[in-house]
């Protein structure tokens, strides 16, 4: 018996673990090694108000790109509370980068009115923030523990399952569980997530009958890199355009300047869009220039990313780069209350990309992500700190079922899913292909499939679902009208 479970070890995650109290018993489950989440990949920053002045500033940003539909208290909340978040992680010891100054380098990305994003080791902001909350855990954790069952009865969760290996199952009970596992990425065809994010639980949530919120409102990073061998795609952080890289075509047209007046600085939803009709329409290739930087200053503030270029044959910042969009991040996840609680469960918590608070709205600003994760963890562990709650197991009645993880039909099914998801509910949605993925999606469904896939597929059928619902374009879900 723990006092808690916690699944998944991004920013959410490890700062809920970070935050609890030592003398709790605390089981921290990751569905690989630690490093396989989505926070080991954030490279542009994280965002904060800079000052109490800068507050309403960061909520008017955030709903616009949100397309006001947010909910405008959880990003009241967001903000409020991001500078005491983000300097206890400083007190902590963490080290963001000093301009000359010595001061924190604020710096700026598309949809800020202001720079406002801290950066570490200059463009591998989640993996140092990773590193060292991994530094101060010290709790138990399993790896390679998949999460295959919530054990939910009566609005109480008492525990989880999860498979340890192909066939083996264990079942740990807690008082509180706190979800931290991250968004849907391998769900779609091409991703900049970790490939250990695949939507399971947010399955095991929709199969309860509990609540997933927004779930059209998927968001493509405009910028990774075309033309690499796997589903997962380098990035090329946000933070490049935010210090003035160009969205070029072949001809080094900057063609964003037609679609919105702030370019390259536009709402992600917008520039993502931009680029898929203008590749549509023309036939050219989009590329990202990073021409306006001066070498020494380029390999110094983007190190990683001119290293990974380099490894891909590309001179940076010299050469141009191939472009599109990929998915990115889920806005829409498991619905909760404003003090992170699953609606509808008594002490059971979701934080950071697989909930769903409303703090996102339409279309997540950038570098909001990080921030989230590290807010609203804050909040779970203060609401169950503050509102004890104990279970005791033996009130779980239900049978504990025995799953089968993986089957051979699986693979072609999920490598088909990926395609039909990619071509249905990216960036611009079809009403005619959105019904025919439900029917090809319920008739998986219907097969004798693996735990895994299943639940990936329940998650999939209610990003499908949402999208029919939603009838007209809103931020990062753009229905193709003539269709
Ligand atoms: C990026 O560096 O562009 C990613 C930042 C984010 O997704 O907020």
Not at 137 to 159: P, S
Not at 219 to 225: D, E, G, S
Not at 290 to 297: L, P, Q, S
Request: proline content about 2%; aromatic content about 8%.
């Amino acid at each position: 018996m723990y006092d808690y479970i916690i699944i998944g070890s991004g920013i959410a995650g490890l700062n809920a673990a970070r935050l609890i109290p030592k003398d709790k018993k605390v089981l921290v489950l990751c569905k690989k090694s630690p490093w396989d989440c989505n926070t080991f990949w954030a490279q542009g920053g994280i965002a904060t108000a800079v000052d109490d002045a800068d507050i309403p500033s960061h909520i008017q940003d955030t709903l616009t790109a949100g397309v006001n539909y947010n909910d405008k208290k959880a990003v009241e909340l967001l903000s409020s509370k991001s500078l005491k978040a983000v300097k206890n992680l400083i007190d902590s010891g963490l080290k963001f980068d000093l301009n000359e100054k010595g001061e924190l380098a604020f710096t700026k990305e598309a949809a800020h009115s202001r720079s406002r994003i801290l950066h570490a080791d200059g463009d591998a902001t989640g993996r140092m923030i990773h590193i060292f909350l991994l530094e101060q855990f010290n709790h138990e954790i399993i790896t390679n523990a998949v999460v295959n069952d919530l054990l939910i009865q009566d609005g109480i969760c008492y525990g989880v399952q999860f498979f340890t290996s192909e066939t083996e199952q264990k079942v740990v009970y807690a008082h509180n569980t706190i979800i931290a596992s991250g968004g849907i990425g391998s769900i779609y065809r091409y991703h900049t997530n970790s490939t250990a994010i695949a939507g399971e639980i947010q399955g095991i949530i929709s199969e309860k009958g509990l609540k997933l919120k927004d779930m059209e409102m998927m968001q493509f990073h405009p910028t990774v890199v075309k033309g690499t061998h796997f589903a997962r795609k380098p990035l090329l952080s946000e933070a490049l355009r935010g210090e003035g890289a160009h969205i070029v075509d072949e001809n080094d047209y900057r063609f964003l300047k037609d679609y919105h007046e702030d370019a390259e600085l536009a709402p992600r939803d917008v520039v993502s869009r931009s680029i898929f009709d203008y590749h549509k329409k023309t036939g050219l290739g989009v590329f990202l220039s990073f021409e306006m930087f001066e070498k020494k200053y380029f390999k110094k503030r983007f190190p990683n990313i001119y290293a990974n270029l380099k490894d891909l044959g590309y001179d940076l910042p010299t050469q141009r780069v191939p472009i599109s969009p990929a998915f990115h991040y889920a806005m829409g996840g498991i619905e909760t209350t404003l003090d992170a609680k699953v609606k509808g469960v008594k002490n059971l918590y979701a934080v950071g990309e697989v909930a769903c608070t409303g703090v996102h709205g339409a279309n997540r600003l950038a570098s909001n992500s990080l921030l989230e994760g590290l807010v609203f963890s804050q909040i779970a562990v203060k609401d169950s700190l503050e509102n004890i709650f104990e279970i005791s197991k033996e009130d779980y009645t239900k049978n504990i079922k025995s799953y089968v993880r993986n089957k051979k039909i699986d693979k072609a099914i999920k490598d088909d899913l990926r395609k039909i998801m990619w071509k249905a509910a990216s960036i611009v949605r079809d009403p005619k292909e959105l019904d025919e993925t439900l029917i090809k999606i319920d008739e998986y469904l219907k097969q004798d499939l693996g735990r895994l896939l299943f639940l990936r597929l329940l998650t999939a059928k209610s990003i499908i679902q949402s999208a029919m619902n939603r009838k007209e374009s809103m931020g990062a879900h753009f229905i193709n009208v003539k269709a």
